[in-house]
Each structure stands twice: as C-alpha cells, then as structure tokens.
C-alpha cells in the first residue's frame, strides 16, 4: 500500500516454516552453499481475526528478540506489500506470539515512536529491534513498526489518525502486519534525519505519554528487512501465476525471492524485460487512455485492485462494492504505456511497455472468493497504481535503491 507522500520526504495461508539453515560447504571445496531464498505467497481470505480479504498477498515472518534464537514467534498472514518499506506488526499479535520487543530509544531516554501514513489513514506505534527471518535469511537488528492497538503505549498526538483514521488493527488491515519491500530501505530517509525542523513522523515520547516529533537517524527508521540481509540484499521478485477464473479464485499460492543475479534462482531476463527507472518518490509515470499527461505510477502489492480515475467507466453502487468500478460491457479491455520517471538516480537502459489489461464487473465474481484478476477502481484519483491484479501471471522485479543488479542500479521496477 503506497505511503502519502509527505512534503521534503525522499522515499515517500499456511504457516510457512522459516528456519535458519546450518549446512556446510561440501568437503573441500571452500564454496558456501546457496542461501534458501525463496519463500511462499499466499493470496486468501485473511487472518482468522479478520477474514474477507480481497487480492491480499500474505508471507509468515519470523520475528526474534534481537540476539535469540529462542524468543521468537511465527507471524503468518503478514501483507506482503511492494508499495511501503519496512516491517510493522501488530501487537496484540506479537503478544499472542508471546514475544515483547523493547522499543527504540533517543538520546534523552524517550522512546521512539513512530505515525506512519498511507493512503487508508495512519499508523501509530512505537519502533523495535528485532531480528527479522525470511526464508533462510536474517536481517540483524532490524528497526520494526509496533503498530499499537492495545493502548499500551503512549497515545497517538492529535494529529495522527485524526477523524478517525488510525489503522492499527488486523481488521484494518486484514492482515497481522505489513511487509514493506519496496525500492527503498527506510521509510523517510533524509528528510527525517535533519538538521531541519522535523517532520510530523517520528516522535520522542516520555513515560507521562508526551510527544514530541524529532528527527532520528538512518539507522533507527522502520527498514525494508531485505535490504539489510548479508546477501540477496539489492532487490526481490515476486512470481505470481494466472487465475484458473476471471471471476475469482478461492486461493492463489506463488513465491517471493530475494536478490537478483546473485543467485540460479533469480537471475534476470536476457530479453524482454521492462525496466521502469523510479524517482526518488518511488513513481515511475503511467499514461493512460492516451491522455495528454503521465500519471505518476508504482507497482505496488498492497493495493487489491488497478487503481486510476476514468469518469467514463461506470462505479459501482452495491454496497459490498462501493469504490471499484462497474463497467456496463464487462469485461473491458483498456491500456496504458508505462514509461521510467524523467528524474531519477536509476541506471537501466530507459524503456516504455503497453500494458493492455481487463477490468471486469465485480458483481459477477465468485461469491467468497480471493483473488480477482479483473478488479479495478480509484475514482478520482491523481495517481495510476497497478495493484495485485497485475501481479497475476507476472514476475515482478524490483531492484532497491543504490543497489546493482546486473548492468542496473535501482530504483527501479521491471516485468
């Protein structure tokens, strides 16, 4: 799900078993083994607390206390999300994981916490270090999002999920936490670093629950986990297959990798690839229906549905689907060419693709089912999000920022 952006800011199911391999080199040969970099993707119906998810792509993380390898717990139906940075559970779900994490603190002693907002509304909770397990890698120390909603903490400022929209709950979510694997490491960069006056992000809060926004450094902002791995650590692919139904299917399994070129098993196309150099919003642009301007654009997991704004399609008026669209002939067939952002830091041979997709009528879906290949809405917006209904039938790849992949330095997305 994509992040607001912020003004000055530079970067806006089965429980899978994930065990930290102990293999050996073989005999004599001096060369390590490949690390297991591959793990499952599951779109489904949602947690147990929160069920009806629709084009939810769900991972299990494991989560230790920093150091342990015992003080750890298995949090399944985490949000796998290309669109934010950054790992945020909930904590009443760590809790029933029985795993407490001791939250980040300032030079004065105050703890750091952290509103964090994206296009729902807004997070609050305090920030932790936590040694993050995906697949058969580890990310040491990794600062980690408590989203509180429990009260536990110190209460959100007023301005934070005001009128309303503060979503720390897995019903908000339909998720146990969000796994923030976009282009990016942490999810402000610079801009919160300082020395400038500090952005309504990140707070220093007393015991007495008083806060106060700071700056903090690089070091202490809520990370993307893979980029912080030993190896594999430069970008990620997430290889979905087609839908057997247009209308909906109950269930979708596929992977996510880590690294690109760095091992057999995430080596980039040869040919035929799109590569869309990002900005340092994280935007490549998008023209749509041959309009006159480009659109900022991602390509962003978090999000169920194509989003973008057509007043010619029709919107849908029952209430289960208020907010997609309805088009009277279904399915429609649309395009758009996707072209790299003019001002980027990116290194890719600059390439523009067409993409031609279908949106349906979701009053024709499958009752109960997850995954829809045809959903589509966004009315009015000022962005075009290709969401997980573009991940169907596709690998994506999606290289980190300042991270070399081949002949490529990202930020970039490529299909």
């Known amino acids: 799900m994509r992040f607001t952006p912020l003004p000055l800011i530079l970067v806006a199911s089965s429980l899978l078993c994930a065990c930290i391999g102990g293999s050996k080199s073989p005999a004599g040969t001096g060369i390590a083994p490949p690390v297991v970099n591959t793990m499952s993707v599951t779109v489904d119906a949602g947690p147990t607390a929160a069920p009806g998810a629709l084009n939810h792509a769900y991972v299990t993380v494991k989560v230790c206390a920093?150091?342990?390898?015992?003080q750890c717990t298995n949090i399944d139906h985490v949000l796998l999300d290309t669109g934010s940075w950054g790992l945020r559970l909930v904590r009443s779900v760590l809790a029933a994981g029985s795993l407490t994490l001791a939250p980040e603190t300032d030079t004065q002693g105050q703890t750091i916490e952290e509103c964090a907002t994206f296009g729902g509304g807004q997070t609050w909770g305090p920030v932790a270090p936590a040694d993050v397990v995906l697949a058969g890698e580890t990310a040491s120390k990794v600062p980690v999002q408590i989203m509180d909603d429990t009260g536990a903490g110190a209460p959100a400022p007023a301005t934070c999920g005001a009128g309303g929209t503060l979503i720390n709950h897995v019903a908000d979510w339909y998720a146990n936490g969000v796994l923030g694997v976009g282009v990016f490491a942490q999810d402000c960069g610079t801009?919160?670093?300082?020395?400038?006056?500090?952005?309504?992000?990140?707070?220093?809060?007393?015991?007495?629950?008083?806060?106060?926004a700071e700056n903090v450094a690089l070091g202490a902002q809520v990370t993307n986990p893979a980029t912080l791995f030993v190896a594999d650590n430069n970008g990620i692919i997430v290889n979905m297959p087609s839908l057997q139904n247009a209308n909906g299917d109950a269930s979708v399994q596929g992977e996510l990798t880590f690294g690109l070129a760095t091992q057999a098993d995430n080596s980039l196309p040869a040919a035929g690839l799109t590569l869309l150099a990002a900005d340092s919003r994280g935007d490549f642009v998008t023209t749509y229906n041959g309009a006159a301007t480009a659109l900022p654009a991602l390509i962003d997991s978090g999000v169920d549905s194509y989003s973008f704004d057509d007043p010619g399609i029709a919107a849908c008026t029952?209430?289960?689907?208020?907010?997609?669209?309805?088009?009277?002939?279904?399915?429609?067939?649309?395009?758009?060419?996707?072209?790299?952002?003019?001002?980027?830091?990116?290194?890719?041979?600059?390439?523009?693709?067409?993409?031609?997709?279908?949106?349906?009528?979701?009053?024709?879906?499958?009752a109960n089912a997850?995954?829809?290949?045809?959903?589509?809405?966004?009315?009015?917006?000022?962005?075009?999000?290709?969401?997980?209904?573009?991940?169907?039938?596709?690998?994506?790849?999606?290289?980190?920022?300042?991270?070399?992949?081949?002949?490529?330095?990202?930020?970039?997305?490529?299909?």
């Open 191 to 212: 801009a919160c670093v300082g020395p400038g006056t500090p952005l309504a992000m990140y707070y220093g809060c007393t015991a007495a629950g008083v806060c106060t």
């Open 66 to 70: 920093p150091g342990s390898a015992t």
């Open 318 to 366: 029952a209430v289960a689907w208020v907010g997609y669209y309805c088009p009277a002939v279904a399915p429609q067939t649309l395009s758009a060419v996707n072209a790299s952002a003019a001002s980027t830091s990116a290194t890719v041979a600059t390439t523009q693709n067409t993409v031609t997709f279908a949106i349906g009528d979701p009053n024709s879906f499958v």
């Open 370 to 415: 997850a995954a829809f290949s045809e959903l589509a809405g966004g009315g009015g917006s000022t962005r075009f999000t290709w969401g997980m209904p573009f991940f169907y039938g596709r690998k994506i790849y999606i290289g980190f920022a300042g991270r070399t992949s081949g002949t490529s330095t990202g930020p970039y997305y490529a299909y």
